[in-house]
């Protein structure tokens, strides 16, 4: 089982992780959702800490009753399929081009270094003329 945990409240929030710190992963890589916040949207089940009936895990919790809320709610969790159809595989296209990149990363520094040193030089050409106007 592999638990994402993000609460409003914190003491909910840490009681949490300390209760299933072995079962803990990132919110991408996780199986489900445990919240408290009933307007949370994720594409992950979410499994509800509030009050009131429609709770996935009742409040106030000891270990045991965590265990056995989130067993029955995992045992619900609808089945995720391992596979894709071979359709959408045959059929996937790319969203973008493929990155270019530079042909030769030492011409762009090249005429990187040349365009600074042109301009420097018409920079110091500039106040030597008026130097020269303006003795």
């Given amino acids: 089982m592999k638990i994402a945990i993000s609460c409003l409240s914190p ?3 840490s009681s949490l992780m300390y209760y299933l710190k072995d079962y803990l992963v990132e919110e ?7 919240t408290d916040d009933e307007n949370r949207v994720s594409p992950k ?4 800490v509030v009050e009131g009936e429609h709770s996935h895990i009742h409040k106030p919790f000891s270990a045991q009753s965590l265990h056995a809320d989130i067993e029955a709610f995992y045992k619900n969790l609808p089945e995720i399929p391992l596979s894709l ?3 959408s595989v045959r059929n996937f296209e790319p969203p973008m081009s493929p990155p270019i990149y530079p042909k030769n990363k030492s011409v762009l520094i090249e005429s990187q270094i040349r365009a600074l040193c042109d301009s ?3 920079e110091l050409a ?3 003329i008026a130097l020269l106007k303006n003795p």
């Fill in 11 to 13: 003491l909910v929030q």
């Fill in 28 to 34: 991408e890589d996780c199986e489900f959702l445990i």
């Fill in 45 to 48: 089940p979410l499994c509800l």
């Fill in 85 to 87: 159809p071979q359709e």
């Fill in 120 to 122: 420097y030089a018409k």
């Fill in 126 to 128: 500039d106040k030597l």
